[in-house]
């Protein structure tokens, strides 16, 4: 069947935020790839949430280049969807990519040398059919690689065509302070950065946000529900198709301990008296603080998604409530 994205896809006001002093908007809520889409997984399933989500407002979709299994497979089944259905949508989409994993093997297949950033961002084009990514991000710092090499590279993906804007991933605050600097004066001021951060994962609240508020630079928030942790997936158990029992590398079974599990027992209470659920709750937790332009959310069924955009019509927290969580999760 022929697709055709919903005519109201854009009629909620609270979907978009400008990424930092940029000028591109970004959704609220975007949605990865990196667990669900690759090549061993079910593809009229992954259409389905990609262009459910898109008929629901979301223009961003993250990917990078070692999304899978196999890794290059979250790509080629993006362009497969672009080929088939959101082609004529490509103007409407913000499609990023990354490099800075392991790749391929030997000395050029990871990191952030401009050998690799650049020949996997042409890999990453093929796979996806694409002339151009929205956003090109370095994944991660490299410690043995000048910092202007890595931003030369990033700044060189614009110039050349290959990239609209330029974002970085998993860097510290002084990293990040350099890397905005360096690209500002190539020319290419950084977009926006990708750290992990959530009601668990509360690093970039030690220097990050100042830096990024300082600078300029959005934020999109990766890993916004813990990996489903902070949702109501495991609040009776760990399900069969859940990924904590699926792919236990990332999320493992002893991750979900008896006292996190009472945790988010309470914190799903103090969602429910917001008129939430507890992965609206976390999202939009997660979004109350200005600097953050948008959560980066995955998802195995559509019907998540969903519920995960309703968390937009309340991102307001008072003191009490800020300061029940804090003691749930006791920081
Ligand atoms: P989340 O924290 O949003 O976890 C997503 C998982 O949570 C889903 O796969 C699903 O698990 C579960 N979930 C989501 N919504 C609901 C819901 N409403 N109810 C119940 N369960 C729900 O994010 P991810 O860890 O998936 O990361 C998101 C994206 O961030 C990635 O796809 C990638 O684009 C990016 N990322 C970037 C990294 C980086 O280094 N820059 C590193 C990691 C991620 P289940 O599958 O069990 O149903």
Same mark, same amino acid.
């Given at each position: 069947?022929?697709?055709?994205?919903?005519?109201?896809?854009?009629?909620?006001?609270?979907?978009?935020?400008?990424?930092?002093?940029?000028?591109?908007?970004?959704?609220?809520?975007?949605?990865?790839?990196?667990?669900?889409?690759?090549?061993?997984?079910?593809?009229?399933?992954?259409?389905?949430?990609?262009?459910?989500?898109?008929?629901?407002?979301?223009?961003?979709?993250?990917? @990078?280049?070692?999304?899978?299994?196999?890794?290059?497979?979250?790509?080629?089944?993006?362009g497969?969807?672009l080929e088939?259905?959101?082609g004529?949508?490509r103007n409407?989409l913000?499609i990023?990519t990354?490099?800075?994993?392991?790749?391929?093997?030997?000395?050029?297949? $990871?990191?952030?040398?401009?050998?690799?950033?650049?020949?996997?961002l042409d @890999?990453s084009l093929k796979r996806l059919g694409l002339e151009y990514v929205d956003?090109f991000?370095?994944?991660?710092?490299?410690?043995?690689?000048?910092?202007?090499?890595?931003?030369?590279?990033?700044?060189?993906a614009v110039?050349s065509g290959k990239a609209l804007?330029?974002?970085? +991933?998993?860097?510290?605050?002084?990293?990040?302070?350099?890397?905005?600097?360096?690209?500002?004066?190539?020319?290419?001021?950084?977009?926006?950065?990708?750290?992990?951060?959530?009601?668990?994962?509360?690093?970039?609240?030690?220097?990050?946000?100042?830096?990024?508020?300082?600078?300029?630079?959005?934020?999109?928030?990766?890993?916004?529900?813990?990996?489903?942790?902070?949702?109501?997936?495991?609040?009776?158990?760990?399900?069969?198709?859940?990924?904590?029992?699926?792919?236990?590398?990332?999320?493992?079974?002893?991750?979900?301990?008896?006292?996190?599990?009472?945790?988010?027992?309470?914190?799903?209470?103090?969602?429910?008296?917001?008129?939430?659920?507890?992965?609206?709750?976390?999202?939009?937790?997660?979004?109350?603080?200005?600097?953050?332009? +948008?959560?980066?959310?995955? @998802?195995?069924?559509?019907?998540?998604?969903?519920?995960?955009?309703?968390?937009?019509?309340?991102?307001?927290?008072?003191?009490? $409530?800020?300061?029940?969580?804090?003691?749930?999760?006791?920081?």
């Amino acid at each position: 069947m022929s697709y055709e994205a919903a005519p109201g896809r854009y009629e909620n006001p609270a979907l978009f935020a400008r990424s930092g002093k940029s000028g591109l908007d970004l959704p609220r809520i975007s949605l990865g790839l990196w667990h669900n889409f690759g090549g061993n997984d079910d593809f009229d399933t992954a259409r389905g949430i990609i262009l459910g989500s898109f008929d629901r407002g979301i223009t961003h979709f993250d990917l @990078a280049n070692n999304y899978g299994p196999p890794a290059g497979s979250a790509e080629i089944t993006f362009g497969r969807l672009l080929e088939r259905d959101l082609g004529p949508y490509r103007n409407e989409l913000v499609i990023s990519t990354k490099a800075g994993y392991y790749m391929w093997p030997g000395p050029y297949g $990871e990191w952030g040398s401009r050998k690799y950033l650049l020949s996997s961002l042409d @890999a990453s084009l093929k796979r996806l059919g694409l002339e151009y990514v929205d956003v090109f991000y370095s994944h991660r710092p490299d410690p043995k690689t000048p910092l202007e090499e890595t931003c030369g590279a990033l700044a060189h993906a614009v110039r050349s065509g290959k990239a609209l804007y330029v974002g970085i +991933s998993n860097y510290d605050p002084e990293q990040t302070r350099s890397a905005a600097k360096i690209l500002r004066e190539l020319g290419t001021p950084c977009l926006i950065h990708q750290p992990r951060y959530s009601m668990y994962e509360r690093t970039p609240e030690r220097g990050l946000f100042d830096v990024l508020a300082a600078e300029g630079i959005g934020c999109i928030a990766f890993s916004p529900l813990a990996q489903g942790l902070l949702s109501g997936r495991y609040l009776a158990g760990i399900p069969a198709d859940a990924r904590a029992a699926k792919d236990p590398r990332f999320l493992t079974p002893s991750d979900i301990t008896e006292q996190k599990r009472a945790e988010l027992k309470q914190l799903d209470a103090i969602a429910r008296e917001r008129g939430q659920t507890l992965a609206q709750l976390a999202l939009a937790w997660v979004l109350r603080n200005p600097v953050m332009t +948008s959560a980066l959310i995955g @998802a195995s069924r559509l019907s998540q998604v969903e519920e995960n955009l309703k968390a937009l019509a309340n991102t307001q927290f008072d003191a009490s $409530e800020l300061e029940r969580i804090e003691r749930v999760i006791g920081k």
